[in-house]
């Protein structure tokens, strides 16, 4: 099993800053890919970005494309977060892939997810 706890968020005015941290432990050799999503208020969850470990492999939704960077280090996964926008604002999960190692934008394709941080952007 795999426990996955965020961290991170808060409020920020727009065209700030935000580091997004997300601790993985447990099985976490089972976590060939890990990926942020975002849902906000009223909307269907969407997909941020997503990394392999093993080859480095990164790939970012074109609405944060150029804003934001997705890394892993040392078990912790980070989602670094600049020139935000109001439109930004969302709870902010990750999310571990544990079944196969090929990215995926599709949150069913992710076995594991923590709780989840608020992210809040005033404008």
């Known amino acids: 099993q795999v426990q996955l706890v965020e961290s991170g968020g808060g409020l920020v005015q727009a065209g700030g800053s935000l580091r997004l941290s997300c601790a993985a432990s447990?099985?976490?050799?089972?976590?060939?890919?890990m990926g942020w999503f975002r849902q906000a208020s009223g909307k269907d969850r969407e997909f941020v970005a997503s990394?392999?470990?093993?080859?480095?492999n990164r790939d970012h939704a074109d609405s944060v494309k150029g804003r934001f960077t997705i890394s892993r280090y040392n078990g912790m996964l980070y989602l670094q977060m600049n020139s935000l926008k109001p439109e930004d604002t969302a709870v902010y999960y990750c999310a571990s892939r544990s079944s196969r190692s090929a990215l995926s934008r599709s949150p069913i394709d992710y076995t594991y997810w923590g709780q989840g941080t608020q992210v809040t952007v005033s404008s």
């Open positions: 447990g099985r976490t050799f089972s976590n060939a890919v």
């Open positions: 990394i392999t470990w093993s080859g480095g």
